[in-house]
């Protein structure tokens, strides 16, 4: 090995021992994260939202839902951010100031979130680094601020989307034209009846996880077909048909809610037969006497009479050209 090589080798290690010593960073420690609360999420039994309304939210067995403005199964999903919010990291830290919380926008608060015991006051924005004012207690912390839009959110948007309850196991399921009842021996019958199954495995499964789309308040009493589904806790959740075009929207009326379905689950879900597609319509026969565009000859050289609406003679004989 000569001189020239061995220079190299070692130069190849000094650079590989001072990335690995820049990585590392000896004697450096991480910063430390400071939550704005310390919450026992396996505890908590009661959450309150208060921005434009005031919404509350109960733990009922074990499963969290609307108390206020209405009843209703809550997405458990967004009630775990509303409880992730106590885990951001505080990245300042002050005394909270009764008498000096208007600069903040604290005396008038954007949102006030409690959980359990634990109150969070969110004021204003920093102008110059765009953090959040939240006040916990008798401190002031200023915050990252990409949450907020989970404290704006209207009560309709906590509303779990799920048309029927998680694990649900139906026992009948009434549409319009059809009605069919699980029987002691495990059987379905259908009105009108049909041979075998009748398809009643992927109806069902597709009544389980049916979602809306959108879900909004239903303020007065509606009128319209009903969808009556019976469940093996001999609890019953009907739905009443409110419009069926271009989506499908059910009324629920025991909640006050109306949900929005799309078009495609809607059918499948009323049972109804898909509509034919335009494929199917462009195989059917052309009529009689009806000529494509594409039929027409274009071939360089062809007659120019023909698309210059010519009349042929009598008996359908081309007419004679004259000679050059």
Do not use: C
Not at 129 to 153: C, I, K, M, P, W
């Amino acid at each position: 090995m000569n001189s020239r090589t061995t220079l190299n080798l070692i130069l190849v290690a000094i650079a590989v021992a001072l990335g690995t010593l820049v990585l590392l960073e000896p004697g450096k420690t991480k910063p430390e994260t400071h939550p704005l609360a310390v919450i026992d999420a396996k505890a908590l039994t009661t959450i309150t939202l208060k921005n434009r309304e005031s919404i509350r939210f109960e733990k009922i067995n074990g499963h969290w839902a609307l108390a206020e403005p209405f009843k209703a199964p809550a997405n458990e999903i967004r009630i775990n951010q509303l409880i992730d919010i106590a885990r951001v990291n505080s990245e300042a830290r002050y005394p909270a100031d009764p008498a000096n919380l208007a600069p903040f926008e604290l005396d008038k608060p954007r949102a006030v979130l409690s959980l359990g015991e634990t109150v969070f006051t969110f004021g204003s924005s920093d102008p110059i680094n765009l953090r959040r004012y939240v006040q916990v207690g008798d401190s002031l912390h200023l915050v990252s601020d990409d949450f907020f839009h989970h404290l704006t959110a209207a009560a309709t948007d906590y509303v779990d989307k799920k048309l029927l309850p998680d694990a649900a196991k139906i026992r009948e399921i009434q549409l319009p034209g059809l009605k069919a009842t699980l029987g002691a021996d495990g059987k379905w019958t259908r009105e009108p009846p049909v041979e075998g199954n009748g398809g009643m495995s992927e109806l069902l499964t597709l009544w389980g996880s049916a979602r809306a789309i959108d879900i909004g308040r239903e303020d007065k009493p509606v009128q319209g077909d009903t969808i009556r589904i019976g469940l093996s806790e001999g609890h019953v959740v009907e739905f009443v048909i409110v419009q069926r075009e271009p989506d499908l929207v059910l009324s629920r009326p025991d909640l006050g809610l109306r949900y929005e379905i799309t078009a495609e689950t809607a059918s499948q879900l009323l049972n109804q037969p898909k509509p034919a597609t335009k494929a199917r319509d462009l195989a059917k026969p052309e009529p009689a006497g009806q000529v494509m565009d594409s039929d027409l000859d274009t071939d360089e050289g062809a007659d120019e009479g023909q698309y210059q609406g010519e009349d042929p003679g009598e008996d359908g004989e081309e007419p004679e050209r004259s000679e050059e």
